[in-house]
């Protein structure tokens, strides 16, 4: 099917440019005091106008908001073969090789020995290989986006917040919570090339129309105004000829610099992190000039926190306070003037660093940021590991800077980190917070480290049903198992080659994931190896056309970005094409579903492994490595570390940042690796997908899945209950291919796993079925027509297990409810396993 057509996302309200008059005072900010601050009499008024911050109004006329970008998911194909007048294979040979030993059938006890090792402490970021990409995996040097401006070799994060920087124009911002970057190019009031800096407030969003379908009619998005230059780091050397480079070396920051032109040795580099305190440029012999496309109403001088840091004080048109501490390398009073007011301007030949800061918490927030001015972030890093049950991750920070050694950074925690801080973290905290423009409020936190745990892990999930009171159900009742049983003949035989045989990654992907799902519980948890043997074996032959990189749109190898791509968009010229695979777009999607497939297959027949592990794992590392010294591909592309989820957008410029629609295949990726590294025995890859599923639970029920009591999303979009396609600019209640209540939601709940009840809590549930699926409210699922419909009635299983498996059990079922990532047999297992059913 063709895939969503795209729309770029020009949301750009730039400023427009406006005329500085010649005759505007310049006054000097010349005599600075330490105690107090020198109002610097320069004003323009405001209102009437000031461009750009009228636009700020909730009243978007005339800004073109669009809703829609490339890079998600599609709409679910019809289920291909089976037809209810299908006959009923029997007669299947029993397969010695598959018992009922799969690894999720745990009901003898652990030995001692494992016991003890639970206790152990196991890292989560051991290498999962450091083998060569697979010999049947053609590598290509000559992937359609180039390397722009990229300074440094080897992989780059191709779906992180700094991409911007290298794609397209190079004016898309980065999202570092809770400021946005982009390079200006000229554009805006200032008419600026330096690095602009911006900070939404809760009163600058733009709102969509309500969603009248919804009880309390929640706005249907939000999205924060961009385009906004509160403050702008710039040289008055920079101008039309400006370089944009990038060092992207390292996996969760990127060094960008800024030149006049080509060559020249002279420079602002800014080190971009997210959650940094300050944003922070590093001149290199440059006049600096420091501007405002909001306009300054005055700057002051503001003192000195310590010897050799140099404090200004500025009050922009909007109102609002920014703090500028200027650390000059040869210790000079820089004497900073205000040319207009638009352009603060330093000393010609300056090196040194300038740091901007927004305030919002008057004297006490000043103190705050001077006692770690000067310092900055050089690189992070993020640990990890899992004891029990109970996951602990860290990131930390090397530092920079004037007095790093003694100074303290700064750093912003986003809501879900500062509720699982450990106490030592907590306790570094300070009242400092500034909102972020998709997450809530950001909170400032001393140190150059934080702390997480996540506990209740769901470390004895397996392939069976899970939930939170039963854990593992792999015994079913057996009036249950002759259901399945039943029901089972029927999907076993459908062709199994001409559904995962596809020219799509995401479709194939998925397909076998369901047959496998279908295998393993006809083999295990309704105990009939002998019905299941046969359909492993062809699974095993459909797996190999991928496994012998034989499909339609083989892998390549793409030595530029250095990833695992489909060949399809080199081969059709389509970016889009399989939702832009070749592009970096959904790969934790896409080979999330092959891992999945790959770890049940090899939990049945671990002799299958030897030849297929070397396959699963390239796919493992590229779209989720566990190191970041690897030649071969990035650190984590698709998980972000600081975020708590995953980000689907690739290599496409995206002036709202990178997004994610399905939560839920996201954490499908996260258990896929945890079921494949317990299956092929690798303990650091299995507490990795663990740990990434607690973290994922707290990251969705933070910011994606909205219970009433939700404060980190605006009071009036929660009614929505799930986000819909969350971006770092913008949220829309919405999807990739279409706008049916069913789509928006359901999009959030597939595949169904034994994760979906760990993720997805029981209160959530209720109210989005209240909401929405209930049969006195907007979209009763009872009249839901195709596989989505099976998708909700799958999900009601979290809630009612009875109504769930009355549903799938039904004698006037019709398979046309069941989408073709899915089985029925599976789904009355699931409901049976929930508490549903015969007993
Ligand atoms: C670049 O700027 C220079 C000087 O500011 C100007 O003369 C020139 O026309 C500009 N070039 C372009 C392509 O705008
Ligand atoms: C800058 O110069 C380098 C080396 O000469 C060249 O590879 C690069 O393409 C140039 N960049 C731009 C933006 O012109
Ligand atoms: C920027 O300037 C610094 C200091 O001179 C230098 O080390 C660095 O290489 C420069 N960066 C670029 C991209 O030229
Ligand atoms: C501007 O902000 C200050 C405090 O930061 C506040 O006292 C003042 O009332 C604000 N002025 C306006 C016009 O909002
Ligand atoms: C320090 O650097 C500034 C900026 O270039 C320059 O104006 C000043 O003269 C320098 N001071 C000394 C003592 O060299
Ligand atoms: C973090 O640091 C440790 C120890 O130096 C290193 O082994 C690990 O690879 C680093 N992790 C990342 C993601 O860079
Ligand atoms: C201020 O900095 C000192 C070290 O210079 C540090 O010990 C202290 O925790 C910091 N206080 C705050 C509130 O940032
Ligand atoms: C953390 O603090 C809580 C309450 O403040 C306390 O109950 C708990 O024991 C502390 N944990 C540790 C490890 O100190
Ligand atoms: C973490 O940061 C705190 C505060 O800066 C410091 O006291 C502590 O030693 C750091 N811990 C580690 C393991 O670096
Ligand atoms: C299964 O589908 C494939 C591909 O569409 C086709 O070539 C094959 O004949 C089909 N097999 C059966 C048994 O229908
Ligand atoms: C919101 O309510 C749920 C109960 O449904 C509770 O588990 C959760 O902790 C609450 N969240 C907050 C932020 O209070
Ligand atoms: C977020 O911060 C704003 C002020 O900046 C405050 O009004 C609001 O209550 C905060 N929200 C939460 C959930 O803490």
């Given at each position: 099917m063709a895939p969503p057509s795209w729309f770029i996302t020009t949301v750009l309200i730039w400023l427009q440019a406006a005329e500085i008059a010649c005759a505007l005072p310049r006054p000097s900010l010349n005599g600075r005091s330490q105690s107090e601050a020198e109002p610097v009499s320069f004003k323009t008024q405001y209102p009437p106008v000031i461009p750009g911050a009228r636009i700020l109004a909730p009243d978007t006329t005339g800004v073109i908001y669009t809703s829609l970008e490339r890079g998600g998911r599609p709409s679910l194909p019809p289920f291909p073969t089976v037809t209810e007048s299908s006959p009923v294979a029997t007669n299947y040979r029993y397969n010695p090789l598959v018992t009922a030993t799969s690894s999720s059938t745990t009901s003898t006890p652990c030995p001692e020995s494992r016991l003890a090792a639970a206790m152990t402490s196991q890292n989560v970021f051991q290498p999962v290989s450091m083998s060569a990409i697979p010999s049947n995996i053609q590598t290509r040097n000559d992937h359609p986006v180039p390397r722009l401006g990229i300074r440094s070799s080897g992989p780059v994060s191709t779906n992180k917040f700094f991409a911007g920087f290298f794609l397209g124009s190079q004016t898309s911002a980065a999202f570092t919570h809770p400021y946005s970057l982009a390079w200006a190019k000229g554009n805006g009031n200032a008419q600026s090339w330096g690095m602009a800096i911006s900070h939404i407030e809760a009163g600058m969003l733009a709102y969509g129309p309500p969603e009248d379908r919804l009880p309390g009619h929640p706005v249907s998005y939000y999205i924060n105004p961009v385009g906004l230059q509160s403050m702008i780091l710039s040289a008055a050397e920079l101008g039309n000829s400006t370089v944009v480079s990038t060092d992207a070396s390292q996996p969760m920051s990127a060094q960008v610099t800024l030149q006049p032109r080509n060559g020249t040795s002279s420079n602002i580099t800014f080190p971009i992190f997210q959650g940094m305190g300050y944003v922070t440029g590093i001149y290199t012999n440059l006049q600096p000039l420091i501007q405002s496309s909001i306009f300054f109403r005055n700057v002051v001088t503001a003192g000195s926190p310590r010897v050799g840091i140099f404090k200004y004080r500025a009050t922009l048109e909007d109102n609002t306070s920014w703090l500028i501490y200027v650390i000059p390398s040869n210790g000079t009073d820089p004497n900073l003037h205000l040319d207009s007011n638009t352009n603060l301007r330093g000393p010609a030949g300056f090196s040194g660093i300038i740091q901007v800061a927004k305030n919002p918490a008057g004297d006490?927030?000043?103190?705050?940021?001077?006692?770690?001015?000067?310092?900055y972030p050089l690189s992070v890093n993020v640990t990890g590991s899992v004891t029990s049950n109970t996951g602990t991750y860290g990131l930390s920070w090397k530092k920079g800077g004037k007095d790093a050694a003694s100074t303290p950074l700064l750093m912003f925690a986003l809501p879900h980190h500062v509720s699982s801080f450990d106490n030592s973290t907590q306790s570094r905290k300070i009242a400092l917070q500034l909102r972020t423009t998709t997450k809530g409020n950001a909170t400032a936190v001393i140190g150059e480290n934080w702390t997480m745990v996540e506990p209740d892990l769901p470390t004895d999930m397996g392939f069976a049903p899970w939930s939170p009171s039963k854990g593992n159900v792999a015994t079913l009742s057996a009036a249950a198992k002759q259901v399945l049983l039943n029901v089972a003949p029927t999907e076993l035989q459908q062709n199994m080659s001409a559904q995962t045989d596809l020219n799509s990654m995401y479709y194939s992907g998925k397909a076998l994931s369901k047959f496998a799902t279908l295998i393993y519980t006809v083999n295990t948890l309704a105990n009939n190896p002998s019905l299941a043997a046969p359909a492993l074996a062809t699974l095993k032959n459909c797996f190999a056309e991928f496994a012998n990189n034989k499909q339609q749109f083989p892998l390549v190898y793409d030595n530029?970005?250095?990833?695992?791509?489909?060949?399809?968009?080199?081969?059709?010229?389509?970016?889009?094409?399989?939702?832009?695979?070749?592009?970096?777009?959904?790969?934790?999607?896409?080979?999330?579903?092959?891992?999945?497939?790959?770890?049940?297959?090899?939990?049945?027949?671990?002799?299958?492994?030897?030849?297929?592990?070397?396959?699963v794992n390239a796919l493992v590392r590229d779209a989720g490595n566990s190191v970041s010294n690897d030649p071969l591909f990035p650190f984590s592309r698709a998980f972000d570390w600081f975020h708590g989820h995953s980000w689907a957008k690739g290599l496409f410029e995206s002036f709202d940042g990178k997004d994610e629609e399905s939560t839920s295949e996201d954490a499908m990726f996260a258990y896929a690796v945890k079921m494949w590294g317990k299956t092929v025995g690798d303990a650091s890859m299995e507490a990795r997908g663990n740990l990434m599923l607690g973290i994922l639970r707290r990251s969705f029920h933070n910011y994606f899945y909205m219970e009433p009591n939700n404060t980190n999303q605006p009071s009036n979009f929660i009614a929505n209950k799930v986000t819909g396609i969350l971006f770092e600019n913008k949220v829309d209640h919405t999807t990739y291919f279409g706008n049916n209540l069913e789509y928006i939601e359901g999009i959030h709940m597939l595949p169904l796993m034994p994760n979906s009840a760990y993720l997805r809590n029981k209160n959530f549930v209720s109210q989005e079925w209240n909401a929405m699926f209930a049969s006195n409210a907007s979209d009763p699922a009872q009249n839901v027509e195709g596989g989505w419909k099976g998708v909700l009635y799958a999900n009601l299983a979290l809630i009612d297990p009875n109504a769930s498996w009355n549903f799938f059990s039904q004698s006037n079922f019709s398979y046309s409810w069941i989408d073709g990532g899915a089985s029925r047999t599976w789904y009355l297992a699931y409901a049976a396993g929930l508490g549903g059913g015969p007993a």
């Amino acid at each position: 099917m063709a895939p969503p057509s795209w729309f770029i996302t020009t949301v750009l309200i730039w400023l427009q440019a406006a005329e500085i008059a010649c005759a505007l005072p310049r006054p000097s900010l010349n005599g600075r005091s330490q105690s107090e601050a020198e109002p610097v009499s320069f004003k323009t008024q405001y209102p009437p106008v000031i461009p750009g911050a009228r636009i700020l109004a909730p009243d978007t006329t005339g800004v073109i908001y669009t809703s829609l970008e490339r890079g998600g998911r599609p709409s679910l194909p019809p289920f291909p073969t089976v037809t209810e007048s299908s006959p009923v294979a029997t007669n299947y040979r029993y397969n010695p090789l598959v018992t009922a030993t799969s690894s999720s059938t745990t009901s003898t006890p652990c030995p001692e020995s494992r016991l003890a090792a639970a206790m152990t402490s196991q890292n989560v970021f051991q290498p999962v290989s450091m083998s060569a990409i697979p010999s049947n995996i053609q590598t290509r040097n000559d992937h359609p986006v180039p390397r722009l401006g990229i300074r440094s070799s080897g992989p780059v994060s191709t779906n992180k917040f700094f991409a911007g920087f290298f794609l397209g124009s190079q004016t898309s911002a980065a999202f570092t919570h809770p400021y946005s970057l982009a390079w200006a190019k000229g554009n805006g009031n200032a008419q600026s090339w330096g690095m602009a800096i911006s900070h939404i407030e809760a009163g600058m969003l733009a709102y969509g129309p309500p969603e009248d379908r919804l009880p309390g009619h929640p706005v249907s998005y939000y999205i924060n105004p961009v385009g906004l230059q509160s403050m702008i780091l710039s040289a008055a050397e920079l101008g039309n000829s400006t370089v944009v480079s990038t060092d992207a070396s390292q996996p969760m920051s990127a060094q960008v610099t800024l030149q006049p032109r080509n060559g020249t040795s002279s420079n602002i580099t800014f080190p971009i992190f997210q959650g940094m305190g300050y944003v922070t440029g590093i001149y290199t012999n440059l006049q600096p000039l420091i501007q405002s496309s909001i306009f300054f109403r005055n700057v002051v001088t503001a003192g000195s926190p310590r010897v050799g840091i140099f404090k200004y004080r500025a009050t922009l048109e909007d109102n609002t306070s920014w703090l500028i501490y200027v650390i000059p390398s040869n210790g000079t009073d820089p004497n900073l003037h205000l040319d207009s007011n638009t352009n603060l301007r330093g000393p010609a030949g300056f090196s040194g660093i300038i740091q901007v800061a927004k305030n919002p918490a008057g004297d006490s927030g000043e103190k705050f940021y001077d006692n770690s001015s000067g310092v900055y972030p050089l690189s992070v890093n993020v640990t990890g590991s899992v004891t029990s049950n109970t996951g602990t991750y860290g990131l930390s920070w090397k530092k920079g800077g004037k007095d790093a050694a003694s100074t303290p950074l700064l750093m912003f925690a986003l809501p879900h980190h500062v509720s699982s801080f450990d106490n030592s973290t907590q306790s570094r905290k300070i009242a400092l917070q500034l909102r972020t423009t998709t997450k809530g409020n950001a909170t400032a936190v001393i140190g150059e480290n934080w702390t997480m745990v996540e506990p209740d892990l769901p470390t004895d999930m397996g392939f069976a049903p899970w939930s939170p009171s039963k854990g593992n159900v792999a015994t079913l009742s057996a009036a249950a198992k002759q259901v399945l049983l039943n029901v089972a003949p029927t999907e076993l035989q459908q062709n199994m080659s001409a559904q995962t045989d596809l020219n799509s990654m995401y479709y194939s992907g998925k397909a076998l994931s369901k047959f496998a799902t279908l295998i393993y519980t006809v083999n295990t948890l309704a105990n009939n190896p002998s019905l299941a043997a046969p359909a492993l074996a062809t699974l095993k032959n459909c797996f190999a056309e991928f496994a012998n990189n034989k499909q339609q749109f083989p892998l390549v190898y793409d030595n530029v970005w250095k990833g695992i791509v489909s060949s399809a968009s080199y081969v059709t010229g389509d970016s889009g094409v399989d939702f832009g695979n070749s592009y970096y777009n959904d790969h934790h999607f896409h080979y999330g579903y092959f891992i999945h497939a790959a770890a049940i297959i090899g939990s049945l027949d671990p002799s299958w492994l030897a030849q297929n592990k070397d396959y699963v794992n390239a796919l493992v590392r590229d779209a989720g490595n566990s190191v970041s010294n690897d030649p071969l591909f990035p650190f984590s592309r698709a998980f972000d570390w600081f975020h708590g989820h995953s980000w689907a957008k690739g290599l496409f410029e995206s002036f709202d940042g990178k997004d994610e629609e399905s939560t839920s295949e996201d954490a499908m990726f996260a258990y896929a690796v945890k079921m494949w590294g317990k299956t092929v025995g690798d303990a650091s890859m299995e507490a990795r997908g663990n740990l990434m599923l607690g973290i994922l639970r707290r990251s969705f029920h933070n910011y994606f899945y909205m219970e009433p009591n939700n404060t980190n999303q605006p009071s009036n979009f929660i009614a929505n209950k799930v986000t819909g396609i969350l971006f770092e600019n913008k949220v829309d209640h919405t999807t990739y291919f279409g706008n049916n209540l069913e789509y928006i939601e359901g999009i959030h709940m597939l595949p169904l796993m034994p994760n979906s009840a760990y993720l997805r809590n029981k209160n959530f549930v209720s109210q989005e079925w209240n909401a929405m699926f209930a049969s006195n409210a907007s979209d009763p699922a009872q009249n839901v027509e195709g596989g989505w419909k099976g998708v909700l009635y799958a999900n009601l299983a979290l809630i009612d297990p009875n109504a769930s498996w009355n549903f799938f059990s039904q004698s006037n079922f019709s398979y046309s409810w069941i989408d073709g990532g899915a089985s029925r047999t599976w789904y009355l297992a699931y409901a049976a396993g929930l508490g549903g059913g015969p007993a």
